[in-house]
């Protein structure tokens, strides 16, 4: 029966000593008593005795005022033989004979194959193996020992230096992992214990390791928000997106008028708030991309998988967007808009300048100016399709260019630049729709188109399709499921209230759609007023609001290249901000997931992010390309996304457990006392809309939209039936990954003799995620009765 009892060891002597190698360090090793049994609550005893690598690890949950009766001191971590007469022979056989198979099966368990694999242990290596504080750095010793072929006191393998600093501690620390992570062969190395004191470590005399740069085999640490106002722009610019413009407007005039706010905003707190705000808890607490994430719940692993592939998908066809709006701005910049006439090269004989005249004998016959602009101009269709794809409109080749190469510029640098960039792209858009609205209301014909966009149809209600619409909207605004927001909140820091975040977002959201309605039918009314013509014959939903009414309406306007101008303009950054979110999901997904070799090259891996996905959008730059972008348009996020949000309800709720993570959750936000009295009744409602309603509504959402299952068409053209399987195709590829990573986590996994023990083993949280836990279990706030006070694990507790 081994005793695991150890005690502290200081050096009262300061200076720096020149020792054996096999000393490690220790000078005047005496034994210290730790009193204070409440704050350290290690053991039950009035006095405990720690290591001091222990003592590390004690020091970093205590306050910055432990220990004045030692300002000096200097803690010498040692776990060998000389301090024999300061600990218990038990801890030598711990280290280097009696548990050494003990150690093997550990990590057997978790996928290491032999002690020898962690001969160069990164700090994730031992957060990995589940180690907690305190024994990671001890099983490492003991390690490097047996590689070494040494016994106790000759000195570690070599240990690669790693960052010293811990994000979720006030001040840099240094944990016992940490330090013997630091340890070089040479080994001797000194620790000043206390928040707010610079970390003193060296080797060979107290030489300063703490700013040696990391090394190429270490992972750099994740970069993290600035400011919270980084984030939140980040969030309500990747919310508020193109939909939010052409779509928004439209389905509140189908479906009812302001009528349609009651079955939105009914939808938006059932399902999109609670949405929105596991991703943004989830994310937050984990602090990693939508892959690496579910080590919360290895066997749904594959949700993250499915979230960067639909993001990738998106993010493809969405850039064409950005072009064709590209080049409608460019082509502003003259004394009058070339989609005011029918005099140019791209016109055809149907062209009438007149629009009532064009409305009244109908667009098969005569074709409006700004209709043949985008069609003819735009995007050259000229008789091309899927079958005759044609050639390249060499100028939305080069718009679709420079939209690339303005979002790689926005994020090469991780969150460190989008964070800044949002700080125009996210607030110009107000500011322009503010303008265009005051010009819009003040034309002739306003009140007309407001009125249709805001008069009640209170029939509409009983309408399955009106609630319908509305959830599928909310889903689509909102981005949960996608894998942005989950993005965004892994860089907050631990105690950011995303509580708050979760009910200021999506509301910003819903009114910022609402108010783009008013900017856009105040501008329809004016053109129904101008031409006579109803409202009904006017609006158009999809990109032909954006590219065709617009256009027309604001050519007669005065001073239309100015409006025009600033419409596009607006439109340009609306999208660049959605494209922050699903690019960055993307590229964090990956960096997080190859860490090792793609987080320190965090700006190579966006450029060839960004070079992939423009390549791929290039056959829709052709002449027949607005048939492959109505392709991907129509399945590339429909069925996968809503089924990806049931998942990520479930695996959470169910599996993860949404007691769990409700903790967290709490612990998150213990610092904000003046929540106390709604933070448990809203976790109850979220905890109910998670584990039944929201599931739900997503499933209702999804059943509505197969039982109203359209095949893709694109005007008068019938898409041939391979182009219609390519399109279900692309819709359940990201479903797939889902059950496929499953089969090979069950395959692979660690642990279990049979399918169902691993099956099980993989329900639970990794132990890297499980340590991550321990991290945070003693963040709470005495005062906000949020979180729990644990129990700091004594070595026994920590090894069974």
């Known amino acids: 029966m081994i005793n695991y009892s150890m005690e502290v060891v200081v050096s009262t002597d300061t200076d720096d000593v020149e020792l054996p190698e096999d000393n490690m360090g220790v000078v005047n090793p005496i034994p210290i008593d730790i009193e204070d049994e409440e704050r350290l609550k290690v053991s039950p005893s009035r006095k405990s005795r720690l290591s001091a690598a222990d003592l590390i690890s004690v020091s970093s949950s205590l306050p910055d005022s432990y ?47 032999s002690m020898r694999s962690l001969r160069l242990a990164s700090k994730d290596d031992l957060v990995e193996i589940g180690l907690p504080r305190g024994y990671a750095g001890l099983l490492v010793y003991a390690v490097a020992q047996e590689d070494k072929g040494h016994g106790p006191g000759k ?149 993250g998988w499915a979230m960067v592939m639909i993001s990738g998908m998106v993010a493809i066809y969405y850039n064409i967007i950005m072009a064709w709006t590209a080049l409608f701005f460019v082509r502003s910049f003259t004394s009058e808009v070339p989609w005011k006439t029918c005099n140019n090269t791209w016109n055809t004989d149907a062209c009438q300048e007149n629009s009532s005249v064009a409305m009244e004998m109908g667009l098969n016959i005569t074709k409006r100016p700004a209709q043949e602009f985008y069609y003819n101009y735009v995007l050259d269709v000229d008789g091309h399709n899927l079958d005759d794809m044609g050639s390249m409109k060499w100028e939305l080749v080069m718009c679709l260019l420079f939209s690339w190469i303005v979002i790689f510029c926005c994020i090469c640098k991780s969150v460190k630049s989008s964070g800044k960039v949002v700080y125009f792209t996210a607030t110009f858009p107000y500011i322009i729709l503010t303008i265009l609205l005051i010009r819009g209301v003040t034309l002739p014909g306003a009140s007309i188109g407001i009125d249709y966009y805001l008069s009640p149809r209170w029939e509409k209600l009983k309408e399955t399709a009106v609630w319908g619409a509305a959830a599928t909207q909310i889903f689509y605004s909102l981005g949960p499921a996608w894998g942005g927001v989950l993005t965004f909140s892994s860089y907050n820091k631990f105690n950011n209230n995303c509580l708050i975040d979760a009910i200021c977002i999506p509301i910003i959201n819903c009114l ?179 584990l039944v309603i929201t599931p739900s509504i997503i499933v209702f959402i999804s059943v509505f939209g197969m039982v109203n299952y359209v095949p893709v068409y694109f005007g008068d053209y019938v898409y041939p039936k391979w182009s219609e399987m390519l399109g279900w195709l692309m819709a359940v590829v990201p479903l797939f990954t889902i059950p496929l990573v499953m089969i090979i986590k069950l395959f692979f996994a660690s642990e279990g003799e049979t399918y169902a023990q691993r099956f099980m083993f993989l329900l639970r949280p990794t132990p890297q995620w499980e340590n991550k836990e321990r991290q945070f279990q003693g963040k709470k706030n005495p005062k906000s009765g949020f979180g729990k006070d644990v129990e700091l694990d004594s070595i026994k507790q920590m090894y069974a």
């Open 67 to 113: 220990l004045p009766q030692y300002p000096d001191v200097s803690i010498a971590p040692s776990i060998t033989s000389s301090i024999k007469p300061q600990i218990s022979k038990s801890v030598e056989d711990l280290l280097v004979n009696a548990d050494l198979e003990d150690c093997r099966n550990r990590l057997s368990r978790h996928g290491y194959d």
């Open 155 to 303: 000195g570690l393998a070599q240990i690669e230096t790693i960052k010293l600093e811990d994000q979720y501690l006030p001040s840099q620390v240094l944990t016992s992992s940490e330090a013997i992570s630091a340890m070089s062969e040479k080994g001797d190395y000194k620790v000043v214990p206390g928040g707010g004191v610079d970390d003193a470590i060296g080797g060979g005399g107290g030489k300063d390791l703490a700013v040696k740069p990391l090394d190429s085999k270490t992972a750099p640490d994740r970069e993290g928000w600035g400011k919270k106002l980084d984030f939140l722009l980040v969030c309500i610019g990747y919310a508020v997106g193109l939909g939010n413009i052409w779509r928004f407007p439209y389905l509140c005039y189908t479906h009812g008028g302001g009528v349609f706010l009651i079955p939105y905003f009914i939808m938006l707190f059932l399902a999109g708030m609670p949405l929105m705000f596991l991703e943004l808890a989830f994310g937050q607490y984990g602090g990693e991309g939508p892959i690496t994430i579910w080590k919360a719940c290895p066997l749904f692993a594959g949700i």
């Open 512 to 690: 910022s759609s609402f108010y783009a309605g008013f900017v856009v039918f105040s501008t329809l009314g004016f053109m129904s007023y101008k031409t006579g013509i109803s409202i009904d014959n006017v609006a158009v939903k999809g990109p032909g609001l954006v590219f065709e009414t617009y256009p027309e309406a604001i050519s007669q306007m005065p001073a239309a290249p100015f409006w025009s101008i600033l419409f596009f303009f607006m439109f340009f950054l609306v999208g660049l901000d959605t494209q922050f979110g699903m690019v960055e999901t993307v590229v964090s997904g990956l960096t997080d997931y190859y860490p090792n070799h793609l987080r320190k090259h965090g700006t190579l891996t966006a450029l060839v992010v960004c070079v992939v996905f423009f390549l791929l959008g290039l056959p829709m730059a052709s002449q027949g390309g607005i048939y492959m972008f109505e392709l991907i348009n129509w399945y590339s996020c429909w069925i996968s996304l809503m089924l990806v949000g049931v998942f990520e309800c479930v695996a959470v709720a169910y599996f993860y457990g949404v007691r769990r993570f409700t903790n967290d959750i709490r612990r998150m936000i213990a610092d904000y006392t003046w929540m106390t009295p709604v933070v448990t009744p809203l976790l109850y409602w979220y905890s109910s809309c998670w």
